[in-house]
Each structure stands twice: as structure tokens, then as C-alpha cells.
């Protein structure tokens, strides 16, 4: 329970959250990335409402608005938008809010993560034999073939933005509320997609270093 | 409440505007009717401080020595360690180490930010003078690209100026404001911020009213400055070693250099003429010349823009408009290199010398509730991390991050009973610690004895709204706000800012005008005194119309001395000069004539 630090109105305690119940300012309250979005806890999002949601917030809270207020009310803004400007870049991108998700019911993508996708372990040797290759010698071919790799590992990536959009919608359909069982198979794939991902954005990455090496050589 | 002004702090030139019936405005100084304010700064040995076109005109007056800076932006925030050679030849400093930048002058010590204070002070002046209200709070601009220590001390010149600096705002973010972007346009905008010494480019995405900062990059030490002295560089280059270290000489070419560099914007061919000690060296930059001293120096600010461009994840083609902001923006070679870049003309309808001054305003604006249409959602240009063992850089905010934004990391100990816990902040974007850039240390504690890794340590590093790094720290266990001071890799302690506010008022530090006027009130008195001496001593030497005619005189000047007006002084001191001459003539052959008698005397006996 935390009490309002600009409100004239009403001085009770309230449930924290983003926007005094009483009088709209901001309390800057630690409350959850969607409650301080004002969304529900779903994975599916429309982008263009949740950047509404965000100006709309910002404009309300921002340090601007209070430039002329109390230490205290200037404050809690300050806090108030550094939480809702975090909510919004957490949940923005499909792959931090699949984190945050994981975060919030308590779970980490591990550190026993470290061993490559079985799926992805050719895909990954493959490319890490033609990155050498490159560095080794800048022929025409070699860059060829890692410009060849870099199509692959892009298009392996938005497959697997497509099988985690798919794993929102389950979490939204059914939760897995009622079934634990789903619950635990859900988790288990949202994990493993993100550590797909991670490893297919660090594939990504290395060859984009490379070539631009390349380039500028 | 009083007004809020928007001030534009440039390398080359300062500004002051404010909101007037809804419209940012320019306020020019109101006797010679400029905008502009030439950021330089001189100082005489003795102290006395003159800014602007009179400083300027110091520089060349060799009968007033004084030390005459420009371009006092360059050294915000640096240690004395980080002045580059050129840099060192440029002024006198009196230490290479030591957190901040101390030019010295006669026997004192000047800091960056005291001398910028001195172009706040003139450009409050301006506005009080013209507006005739008194100017307490502002919004003052700093390059987006600014590091923690750089927006401090920026603020710091503030406070010495007796301001209220109620939010720094980047520069190019203040340029889209002044453009009215959101009433043209809703989609994302480059704003391309080439100025006096620093360049940024800031990609904005502009949706009903919100300016949402997506990303920015740039070079805080990267500006028409460079193109000047690669001129410089190109002009000397014949000449031994030692002319080249005469800081007379460079002046006045950097001068002759910044002329043929704003000519070849219109020309095609500027002639240069500069007197050396060994003969005058003539010589015709062609504008080819100049593109080709030019083209490296722009090239580092295309890289900037690219990077930009990757961090905003869009290519040239999704940006729908690019503003161009700064002096140097008015290069041909500048203009072409932008438009092939973004494969666009840029906008550059307001003056770009006015353009940050007048976003200043409008940020002024929303600040005081006038413009609630508006609101400026910025990044934070620089990751912020800090050291972990190996060295390594742990970064907890991101570069292009809204502010403000806060990251909350735990701490603990590593030994049992250790009471401390050493915290190195760093900004930057490089892996080591060692490459990336100081910002703060800071001790943890005391913490209660208790086993290894026990104790709970909350710390908070939060970005406000200026761009400046706070922290605080919370015990976990006991719930106990841990007070944390923070002590700053560079710039000046809150201690030295109040000695040199204390300073500043017992020395009474004034302004060369006034100091001119003193020695003229001086110059009043002294002749008034031996005037009244004279009459008293040899009244009978002086005839009834010549004794009227020097009182008449001398009650004018002592009527222009009780005021302000320094040549009405000079002046009518000139004229009681004149008209008592001859009976000061008078009064010498009198002198003379006893000296005679007596030394005849003395001979006789």
C-alpha cells in the first residue's frame, strides 16, 4: 500500500499501481510491466493500441508535465514513466516480452541453455566453417557462400518468430490454466524457442561482423 | 511565475529566445540589435570579464592583454588529462591532470564551466535588458551525444550563473520541435545537427504531438571547428615548426580560415591573406580545395548517421523528412553528402543558426504548461554499465534507452565481514571497462558484518530527464535507505561549484565595461582633486572668465561622473583638461620661475 505524493483530494493508502486512483498522478509504484501498460496479462498485443497506451500514459506522467510540481510529485513522475518507458520496450518486442513472461512466473532461460538446438546444430556448425573460411581468405566464393548462410539464418529466424507467435496465442487461448500438465508443455516450448532465437540472433550477428570486416578491407 | 527562456549554449554562438503569444522568439540584444552572441569569453590577468563581440574585440588590442577563449564547449566535461597536442597549444592550462580542464590566466584558475557561466550571464543580462523581467529558469540545449559529464557541467555553468536549469534538452531534438514537425508530418524524421564543434543526427518518430527520440548518435568533439583547422593545417604547412606553435599566428589564421570557409559557401574561390614573421603568405582556396579538405571530416559524420540508421532498425529510404541544423550545415558539400545519403532534399527553411534557440523556447513552453500538445520522449545517447571482475563492462541501460529509465541491480559481498562494497559506473559502448569512459565511483555501506554474499544490497541507477545518472541504494534486509556518494570521474564537486560561487561574489568579478567605467570615474576624480588643489594654491594665477569656465567644466564632469556613461566621462574629462591648460601653464612657470629665483638665490650665497 503506498500513498499518493501529489493528491490533495484523498491521503489513504491505495493497491499500487501506476495512476492515483484519486487524482491521476503518478505514484511510481513497482507494479508489473502490464499493469503499468494498463493491459491484461495476454502475449498477443496490437502494437498500434499498446503505443497509444503509451503516449497517452506518457503524456499524463512525464516529468515534463510536473516541472513546476513538489520534489516528492516530481519524483514519483520521474519513477512512474522510467517504469512505464520499460514496460512498453519490454513488451514491444515479441522476444523480451517472451522473457519478461518466463520472468514473471519465476522462470529463467537457463544457464543449462548453453548446448546448441539439435535443430540447430548443423545450421550453426555449417556457418561457423564458413566464417572461417572467409577469414581465412576474402575470395569472392567464400563471401558468396557466407552472404548464402546469412539468407538461411534469416529465414530460420522469422520461422521462429512465427512458432513463438503461435506459442502466445496458445498461452492466450487456454493458458494452461486449468491443466497443469499444458501449462508445463507451453513453458517448455516458449523456452526452447527463445533459446533457438537467441542462438540464431548471435549466428546473425557473427556474420554481419564479418562481412562488414570484409567490406571494409 | 516567471518565464521559463530557452537557451542554445553553442560552440560558436549563443542564443536566448522565449515563447511569445504562443510563437518562439529570438530576443536580440537591444542596442546593437543582435542575435547572435559570439561564444567567446576574455579575461584580463587582473580578473574582468568581457563576452561576445567585445571579447572578440579584445583579441586584437594589443594595449588590453587579455586571454580571449573560444569554443569554451570543447573542454565541457574533459579531465586535464584528456587535451589533446593541439589542444594543449591552444591556451595556457595550469595542470595536464586532475578531473576537469583549469586554463590559466594571470595567477587564477579558470574551469570550463565558470567560463561558460560568463555567456549565460551575458545572454540573462541581454533578456532582462530587452524584456525587462527578470530571467531566473531555462532550458538550455546540449548536444545529443553529450556524456553525463558534459550535461553536468553544463548544468553547473548554469548554477554559477545564478540560473535555474530546469532541464537540458539535446539539441537536435530541439530543432524538430522548432520545425513544427508535428503539425507536417506524422513518421520519422533525421534531424542532422552539423554545428560550430559538435556534430549529432537524431532519427525521431513523430506521432500526434510525441516526439519519440528512436535513436541517436554522433561526435561531441566533430564541427566546423575541424573544418577550420584543417584549413589552418593546409595554410601553414610551409612554415618551420615554431611559427606554427604561435598562438598569435594560428589565431589569426583560424580567423582568415572560418572568413574563406563561410565565402566558399556562395563562391567558388576565396584568396587568404595572413602576415607572418617571415612575409605575408597569399593563397586561393578554389571550392574543390576546400571539398577536398572538407570530405574526410564529413564522412565521420555520415558514419555517425549510418549508425544511426542501424540502431533505428530503418533504412534511408523509410525516413520521411531530414532537417539540417547549424552553421556548417551551410557547406554545399555538407547539403550533398546528406541528400545522396538519405536520398532526399533536407528541409532547412529556419535559419540554423536560430533553429536549436528557438526548439529551446517551445521545450520552454511545454515545460510551463503553455504547450501541452506537445511532449519530447528522449534516448540516452551512451550504455551505461558498470565494472565487473575481469574488467569487463556489465551494461545495465542500454544506449538509445527513453529517459528516464531506471535498472535496479543487488549487491553483495564477496568476503565475510566486508563492510564496503566498491561500485565503478562506466559509459560507453566498448566490452572493456578500461575503454569505456569513467563516469563515477562510488562506495557501498557500511554494511553490518555477516557472512559472504549474504548482505542484500539494492542499487538503483536511475537516467533522469536531463540525461545525468542518480543512484541510490536500498538495504534489502533492513529495509535502510543507504546514502550513496557518488563521486564523479570528472567534472566539479558540489563544494568547488559553492567556493566558486562564494569567489565570485568576493572578488566581485565584473565586467570589462564596468571596469573601464571605474578607471574613467578615476580619471574624473583625479583631475577635479588637483584642479581644487590649484585654485586653492594659485587662484590669483587664473583670470575671473577663465575661473568660471573651469568651474562650469569641472560641474559637468562631476555631474557625469554620479552616472554610468563611460565616454561622456572620458570626455569632459578631455574638456576640463583643455580648458585648464593654459592656467596649468601658468601655474608651471610660476613654479619654474620660483625654482629660478631660488636656485639664483642659493647660487648668490
Not at chain 2, 231 to 236: K, N, S, T, Y
Not at chain 2, 382 to 400: A, D, K, P, Q, Y
Amino acid at each position: 500500500m503506498i500513498t499518493c505524493p501529489s493528491c490533495t483530494r484523498c491521503t489513504r493508502a491505495q493497491a499500487p499501481a501506476l495512476l492515483c486512483a484519486g487524482c491521476g498522478a503518478p505514484l511510481g509504484a513497482n507494479i508489473d510491466l502490464f499493469a503499468a501498460l494498463n493491459l491484461p496479462r495476454r502475449l498477443v498485443i496490437d502494437a498500434v493500441a499498446m503505443e497509444r497506451a503509451y503516449h497517452d500514459l506518457s503524456r499524463r506522467i512525464h516529468p515534463d508535465r510536473f516541472a513546476a510540481a513538489p520534489a516528492a510529485a516530481r519524483d514519483a513522475s520521474m519513477r512512474a514513466t522510467a517504469l512505464l518507458t520499460r514496460a512498453y520496450r519490454t513488451l514491444r518486442d515479441p522476444v523480451s516480452r517472451g522473457r519478461y513472461w518466463l520472468e514473471l512466473h519465476g522462470l529463467k532461460l537457463g544457464e543449462n541453455n548453453q548446448r546448441v538446438p539439435a535443430e540447430l546444430a548443423a545450421m550453426v556448425f555449417e556457418t561457423q566453417e564458413r566464417l572461417e573460411e572467409l577469414h581465412e581468405s576474402r575470395t569472392p566464393e567464400n563471401l558468396a557462400a557466407v552472404r548464402a548462410r546469412r539468407d538461411e539464418v534469416a529465414g530460420a529466424l522469422e520461422a521462429a518468430t512465427v512458432e513463438l507467435t503461435r506459442n502466445f496465442a496458445a498461452w492466450d487461448e487456454d493458458g494452461g490454466e486449468a491443466d497443469e500438465r499444458r501449462r508445463e508443455a507451453l513453458f517448455r516450448d516458449l523456452k526452447a524457442i527463445l533459446s533457438k532465437i537467441a542462438y540464431l540472433t548471435t549466428l546473425e550477428r557473427d556474420i554481419g561482423r564479418e562481412l562488414e570486416t570484409a567490406r571494409a578491407a | 511565475m516567471a518565464r521559463i527562456f530557452g537557451i542554445d549554449l553553442g560552440t560558436t554562438n549563443s542564443l536566448i529566445a522565449v515563447m511569445e503569444n504562443g510563437a518562439p522568439r529570438v530576443i536580440a540584444d537591444p542596442e546593437t540589435g543582435r542575435t547572435l552572441l559570439p561564444s567567446v569569453v576574455a579575461i584580463a590577468p587582473e580578473g574582468g570579464v568581457a563576452v561576445g563581440d567585445a571579447a572578440i574585440a579584445l583579441e586584437a588590442d594589443p594595449k588590453r592583454p587579455s586571454v580571449v577563449i573560444r569554443s569554451v564547449k570543447r573542454y565541457m566535461g574533459l579531465g586535464g588529462g584528456e587535451l589533446g597536442a593541439e589542444e594543449r597549444r591552444r591556451y595556457e592550462f595550469a595542470d595536464f591532470s586532475g578531473p576537469v580542464v583549469r586554463f590559466k590566466i594571470g595567477d587564477r584558475v579558470y574551469t570550463p564551466p565558470q567560463i561558460s557561466a560568463e555567456i549565460l550571464r551575458a545572454l540573462k543580462r541581454r533578456a532582462e535588458a530587452a524584456l525587462g523581467e527578470p530571467v531566473e529558469r531555462v532550458v538550455v540545449t546540449v548536444p545529443a551525444y553529450f556524456n553525463d559529464a558534459q550535461r553536468q557541467a553544463t548544468k553547473d555553468a548554469g548554477r554559477l550563473a545564478g540560473l535555474e536549469v530546469v532541464r537540458l534538452v539535446n539539441e537536435p531534438t530541439a530543432a524538430s520541435l522548432a520545425y513544427g514537425l508535428e503539425q507536417l508530418t506524422d513518421g520519422y524524421v533525421a534531424v542532422y545537427d552539423f554545428g560550430g564543434g559538435t556534430f549529432d543526427i537524431s532519427i525521431l518518430n513523430i506521432k500526434g504531438g510525441v516526439f519519440e527520440v528512436i535513436a541517436t548518435n554522433g561526435d561531441t568533439h566533430l564541427g566546423g571547428d575541424d573544418l577550420d583547422q584543417a584549413i589552418v593545417a593546409e595554410l601553414l604547412a610551409g612554415l618551420p615548426e615554431e611559427a606554427r606553435a604561435d598562438r598569435e599566428l594560428w589565431n589569426r589564421a583560424r580567423a582568415a580560415a572560418e572568413a574563406a570557409k563561410q565565402r566558399l559557401s556562395t563562391a567558388e574561390s576565396a584568396e587568404i591573406r595572413l602576415e607572418t614573421g617571415a612575409g605575408a603568405l597569399a593563397r586561393t582556396l578554389s571550392r574543390a580545395d576546400f571539398e577536398r579538405l572538407a570530405a574526410p571530416i564529413v564522412e565521420r559524420s555520415i558514419e555517425c548517421c549510418r549508425r544511426a540508421l542501424a540502431d533505428a532498425k530503418l533504412a534511408p529510404a523509410a525516413i520521411d523528412a531530414v532537417v539540417l541544423v547549424g552553421g556548417s550545415t551551410r557547406s554545399p558539400i555538407v547539403r550533398r553528402r546528406v541528400a545522396e545519403v538519405f536520398g532526399r532534399d533536407p528541409f532547412c527553411t529556419i535559419d540554423p543558426d536560430q533553429v536549436v534557440a528557438l526548439g529551446a523556447a517551445v521545450q520552454a513552453g511545454v515545460l510551463m504548461g503553455a504547450r501541452s500538445d506537445l511532449l519530447l520522449l528522449d534516448v540516452a545517447p551512451l550504455s551505461l554499465g558498470i565494472e565487473t571482475m575481469g574488467g569487463l563492462m556489465e551494461r545495465l541501460i542500454h544506449r538509445n534507452s527513453t529517459i528516464p529509465t531506471s535498472v535496479t541491480e543487488n549487491f553483495t559481498t564477496a568476503v565475510d565481514n566486508q563492510t564496503h562494497v566498491d561500485i565503478h559506473v562506466l559509459q560507453g559502448e566498448r566490452e572493456m571497462a578500461r575503454d569505456c569512459r569513467s563516469l563515477a565511483r562510488f562506495k557501498l555501506g557500511p554494511i553490518e558484518p555477516a557472512p559472504a554474499g549474504l548482505p542484500r544490497i539494492e542499487v538503483t541507477f536511475l537516467i533522469d530527464a536531463n540525461g545525468i545518472l542518480n543512484v541510490t541504494a536500498r538495504d534489502q534486509r533492513t529495509g535502510r535507505e543507504h546514502s550513496v556518494d557518488v563521486k564523479p570521474s570528472y567534472g566539479l564537486t558540489d563544494a568547488e561549484i559553492e567556493r566558486m560561487l562564494e569567489e565570485s561574489i568576493d572578488l566581485g568579478e565584473r565586467d570589462i565595461e564596468e571596469r573601464l567605467l571605474i578607471a574613467a570615474r578615476n580619471d574624473a576624480d583625479q583631475i577635479l582633486a588637483a584642479l581644487a588643489k590649484q585654485l586653492r594654491e594659485y587662484g590669483n594665477l587664473a583670470g575671473d572668465e577663465e575661473r568660471r569656465r573651469m568651474a562650469e567644466a569641472a560641474e559637468r564632469l562631476a555631474a557625469a561622473r554620479a552616472g554610468t556613461d563611460r565616454e561622456l566621462i572620458s570626455r569632459l574629462v578631455e574638456e576640463l583638461n583643455e580648458v585648464s591648460t593654459p592656467f596649468a601653464h601658468r601655474i608651471m612657470d610660476e613654479a619654474i620661475g620660483a625654482a629660478l629665483k631660488r636656485k639664483s638665490v642659493d647660487e648668490i650665497s
